[in-house]
């Protein structure tokens, strides 16, 4: 139908007007003549149709002989399109004035963007290479060589990893990503200890050790110096150490859980792809918490569901809240569980338990169980920590920071 | 009925044959109340917007309602649309 339509408008069509007695007589003579019309219709006495322009010619003689009048009221479609714009040529170069503009101005570039850099300074002067490199506002797209700059950028500016060069319409956006400074491992540093414990066993491979077996450390205490003979290094080894971690938890021995009270609201939606309408039943959830069915009924039942367009009934089911309380010695159970499991994310891999203490700090009959539980772990707690060895003095300094950059005076 | 329709409906009904196609008759297509489709008529005797006449081989159609616009006129068919109330086979 729309093709015929489109047609029909590419022809040029006429809505005309008849007036008089025998206008149904037009109508049938039309039919016999092959005349084809369409959209008649009966407005105050008169009748209204469509015809081709072409077709209208024909009509002519047909209504000589009748008694009516055909008057032409409405003239559509491309041929009289394209008399308008023959008529009012300005119009047609301003409409071409107007796609040439267009069309120019967005193949320049209007404005420029930097991505994927924080610092103002380093933004500034890589807008400025992009200048230097011709980016600036109404230069033509087609001139910018993307790979070009690309590469100018990365060449210019070493500490960035990544750089790509791209138009989102008519903006020019340079995103880049700078370089992960690499961990220096050649650097000078000790072995700190990460954790307080007692130290069980010490395996140096580099550096001078400064505990043994037996010594209780300290969070922080170096363990291993970056040191050998009176060289900076950096101190490698492994210093297994008895850690012990301990947590206090409480809780309620109640449990919480959502049940279906029972009243239930529905509604049935028509679902388009992503969108949904509400055909009929409720709009809003008329509960604050609520669980739903959805049955799906297929328009097309040839068709598997899950297709773009379907109608689902959709059952709301209101949700209390019910507390059950828990017996003591389930929630005990419970409550030490979860102790665990939070004092086992603290240990390293390779970490061994080797006791475990469980100690119910409640009394049977109070509402809050309070539990606390230690556990002991055999642990490597030796952390590499670089330093800054001063020259002048001889010895290396405890517990440096960790920077990079030009202060660096170790090499 | 003259004789001829008799058997020309006889052998329609032998073959399976739609009947409109032997024996010259109109077939009538409505969709709900908004729209009749006419195929096989020979034209409009009267129109006006709530009442439409129309010839058919045998007799004739009056179609009543309001809002009555004929959208598609050709001869081999006729579409009709607007709000229907009745037709009528005279």
């Known amino acids: 139908m729309l093709l015929v339509k489109s047609w029909l408008w590419l022809q040029g069509q006429v809505l005309v007007r008849v007036e008089g007695e025998e206008a149904e007589r037009l109508l049938n003579q039309c039919l016999a003549r092959g005349i084809y019309l369409w959209d008649i219709r009966r407005h105050e006495g008169l009748l209204y149709f469509r015809l081709s322009s072409r077709a209208f010619f024909r009509l002519r003689p047909l209504v000589r002989n009748l008694k009516v009048k055909v008057r032409i009221v409405e003239k559509a479609g491309l041929p009289f399109f394209v008399r308008t714009f023959r008529r009012r040529r300005m119009l047609l170069v301003g409409g071409i004035i107007f796609l040439i503009a267009l069309y120019t101005w967005s193949s320049c570039v209007w404005s420029v963007q930097v991505k994927g850099v924080t610092h103002a300074a380093e933004r500034s002067e890589l807008i400025q290479l992009l200048m230097s490199c011709g980016i600036r506002q109404g230069v033509l797209k087609k001139n910018i060589d993307l790979a070009a700059i690309e590469h100018d950028v990365l060449t210019q500016f070493p500490e960035l990893a990544w750089a790509r060069a791209y138009f989102t319409g008519t903006r020019f956006v340079l995103e880049v990503v700078p370089k992960l400074p690499p961990p220096d491992l050649a650097k000078p540093g000790h072995l700190v200890a990460k954790k307080n414990g007692l130290v069980l066993d010490v395996l140096v491979l580099a550096g001078k050790p400064l505990v043994e077996k037996g010594s209780s450390v300290q969070a922080g205490d170096v363990l291993v110096l970056g040191e050998q003979g009176r060289r900076p290094v950096p101190a490698k080894g492994q210093v297994l150490a008895r850690v012990w971690h301990e947590i206090y938890k409480e809780g309620e021995p109640v449990e919480r859980c959502w049940l279906r009270s029972g009243r239930t609201a529905t509604a049935r939606v028509l679902r388009l792809w992503n969108r949904e309408l509400v055909l009929s039943g409720t709009r809003e959830v008329p509960f604050p918490r609520f669980e739903s069915d959805e049955e799906s009924k297929n328009i097309l039942p040839w068709r598997n569901s899950g297709g773009p367009v379907e109608v689902i009934d959709i059952t709301y089911h209101e949700l209390k809240e019910v507390k059950r309380l828990l017996p003591v010695e389930e929630y005990i159970k419970r409550l030490t569980d979860q102790a665990l499991a939070e004092l086992k994310q603290n240990l390293d891999e390779g970490s061994r338990i080797t006791k475990t203490d469980k100690k119910v700090l409640s009394q049977p009959g109070d509402t809050l169980v309070r539990i606390w539980v230690r556990i002991e772990a055999v642990e490597d707690i030796a952390m590499p920590i670089p330093y800054y060895p001063q020259k002048n003095e001889g010895g290396p300094a405890v517990g440096g920071t960790r920077t990079n950059g030009e202060e660096d005076t170790s090499n | ?90």
């Open chain 2, 1 to 90: 009925m003259q004789r001829g329709v008799r058997f020309g409906k006889k052998v329609a009904e032998f073959l399976e044959i739609p009947q409109d196609i032997v024996l010259d008759l109109s077939r009538i297509t409505l969709v709900g109340n908004i729209e009749v489709t006419l195929e096989n008529h020979r034209g409009i005797i009267e129109y006006s917007s709530d009442r439409l006449r129309l010839a058919l081989p045998q007799g004739e159609l009056i179609i009543s309602g309001e809002e009555l616009i004929l959208v598609s006129l050709a001869q081999e068919e006729i579409v009709i649309r607007g709000r229907i109330k009745s037709l009528e086979l005279v």
